[in-house]
């Protein structure tokens, strides 16, 4: 339940942040706004670990395959492809495409097993609630 609630969340934040970025970038650049949300992500995650965790820093270095350090790398990227489609399409079409698109990159992962996440057998009900959400998309953007 907790799990579910949190998902909410996420998700809720994502669509507010996205629309935050965006408001941002027309005052600045793309990027700076970019920089500046990654920054004060920083600063917000670095004030979490010194009144949580506060182990080592530099444990992030042992992560193998080194490849998955690259998270921060993606996280621009998707800071600005948000910023974007949110500014091109509006939030509502966008966040319909990102979550879309989220949810099947993610099924494959784990149909594949990519990334070190177990491997799992196909369904045909998660093929076909994928379905459905694109058909969600043709329904939506019907005039």
């Given at each position: 339940m907790i799990g579910?609630?949190?998902?909410?969340?996420?998700?809720?934040l994502m669509s507010v942040q996205g629309v935050f970025n965006t408001q941002?970038?027309?005052?600045?650049?793309?990027?700076?706004a970019g920089a500046f949300v990654q920054l004060t992500a920083l600063i917000v995650c670095l004030g979490a670990?010194?009144?949580?965790?506060?182990?080592?820093l530099l444990r992030v270095f042992r992560v193998r395959?080194?490849?998955?350090?690259l998270g921060g790398v993606i996280g621009?990227?998707?800071?600005?492809t948000v910023i974007r489609s949110m500014d091109l399409l509006g939030p509502a079409k966008a966040v319909m495409?990102?979550?879309?698109?989220?949810l099947i990159v993610a099924y494959l992962?784990?149909?594949?097993?990519?990334?070190?996440?177990?491997?799992q057998p196909w369904e045909w009900r998660k093929g076909i609630g994928m379905l459905v959400m694109v058909a969600g998309i043709l329904i939506f953007k019907w005039k």
């Open positions: 579910l609630l949190i998902a909410l969340i996420s998700g809720a941002v970038t027309k005052v600045s650049g793309i990027w700076t670990w010194s009144l949580t965790e506060r182990t080592s395959p080194g490849y998955m350090l621009a990227f998707i800071t600005y495409l990102i979550v879309t698109a989220q992962i784990e149909l594949f097993g990519w990334f070190g996440v177990e491997k």
